[in-house]
């Protein structure tokens, strides 16, 4: 059985961290943590995703789940510069915006390591990784932040127009001024990350540190065409890349919208697959006996993998939010680590053994 996390209610009666209770302390030394990359530094090993902070959800549940992701010892937390634009009403970005504010407002800056990414299309700004864009994209980040410096910029989605030194380069420069301290890619193939880092390593730039794929327990169909046009699922070469490179996964999407463990929401069409079926029916076994969600039981999966793993959580309301962070109390027997990852699996295992 899973250990039951203690539900600290700091965030109903408290809205400034300095006053949080011990208990916010002892539950601050349960959040493990992940290596970064090759940075020398350590993130949370759930990260909250922010993509609906501000525009699907209002201020005072952002703020909410914020202070309880907060209070649960979280530290990092991600968004973008076009998070949400594609929401009715909210043409502007607002995700930054009130990341910004509650940064301010809990006067927490230095305790948080803020991701944001550019390169996707919004507004008039369009798809791209041309230098004056991540220029000017990343100040207006910085604004709207209010921050001077962002922690783990990513690039959103590749550019295949702009010269991947050109893109490079810029990052550094982007580095080297203090605007940024590491950089990662989302949505980018594996080859194409790592002949960025192969450029970057040969003039001493900055490489990329970490990546942001849609990466889940379940796997999609070859070549899914996903909602959005820019969104590239985890793939063997990308696995086997990371690992090889110390690269840190933070998956984004991590429980396919909660499809692991709620029953008005279906498995994607994509994802319907045999072997998907047996994974599901394992995940419903693991739940029940855990007695936990069948969504906890996937992040736990993904913190349990051998190679830094931190999923990227997406929730709407408390509940949700405690479901997601219970994940990190979940613990697997040998075998069942072993049948989770026993029936499909990224990554080229038998030929690491082979080269052994
Ligand atoms: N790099 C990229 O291209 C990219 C793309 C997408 C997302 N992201 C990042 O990844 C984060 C997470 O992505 P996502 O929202 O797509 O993640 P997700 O895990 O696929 O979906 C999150 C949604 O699933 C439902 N859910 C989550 N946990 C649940 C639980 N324990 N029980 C029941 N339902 C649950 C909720 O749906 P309801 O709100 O409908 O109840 C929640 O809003 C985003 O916030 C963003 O930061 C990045």
Not at 230 to 248: N, R
């Amino acid at each position: 059985m899973s250990s039951v996390r203690r539900v600290n209610l700091c965030y109903q009666n408290c809205s400034a961290p300095h006053s949080c209770t011990t208990t916010a302390f002892e539950q601050l030394e349960n959040m493990k943590m992940k290596q970064l990359g090759k940075t020398g530094e350590s993130i949370s090993e759930l990260c909250l995703g922010a993509m609906y902070f501000g525009s699907r959800l209002d201020r005072e549940t952002s703020f909410e789940l914020l202070d309880r992701y907060y209070d649960a010892g979280g530290r990092v937390i991600d968004t973008a510069n076009v998070y949400a634009t594609w929401v009715e009403g909210h043409e502007e970005p607002e995700s930054e915006s009130l990341l910004g504010e509650w940064i301010t407002e809990r006067g927490i800056r230095d305790e948080v390591t803020i991701a944001t990414k550019v390169g996707a299309e919004y507004g008039n700004v369009p798809r791209s990784l041309e230098p004056k864009v991540i220029q000017e994209e990343v100040d207006r980040s910085r604004e709207r932040l209010g921050i001077e410096t962002i922690d783990l910029l990513y690039v959103h989605v590749d550019d295949p127009e702009t010269p991947q030194v050109d893109v490079m380069r810029t990052l550094a420069e982007q580095v080297d001024v203090g605007n940024v301290r590491y950089i990662g890619a989302s949505n980018m193939p594996a080859w194409r990350i790592a002949r960025a880092n192969c450029i970057a390593e040969e003039r001493n730039w900055p490489r990329f540190e970490f990546v942001q794929p849609r990466f889940s327990y379940l796997i999609p169909e070859r070549n899914p065409s996903f909602d959005a046009a820019v969104q590239l699922p985890m793939t063997d070469e990308l696995v086997d890349y990371c690992v090889t490179a110390d690269l840190t996964v933070l998956p984004y999407s991590p429980t396919l919208g909660g499809c692991y463990g709620r029953d008005d929401r279906s498995i994607p069409d994509t994802y319907v697959r045999s072997e998907n079926r047996l994974k599901m029916a394992l995940v419903e076994e693991l739940a029940d006996r855990h007695d936990v969600s069948g969504n906890t039981i996937v992040l736990a999966w993904m913190l349990e993998r051998d190679h830094p793993t931190v999923p990227i959580v997406g929730c709407s309301t408390l509940k949700q939010l405690e479901m997601n962070l219970a994940a990190s109390d979940v613990i697997f027997t040998d075998e069942e680590c072993r049948r989770l990852n026993g029936i499909e699996n990224y990554g080229f295992d038998k030929w690491a053994q082979r080269s052994a």
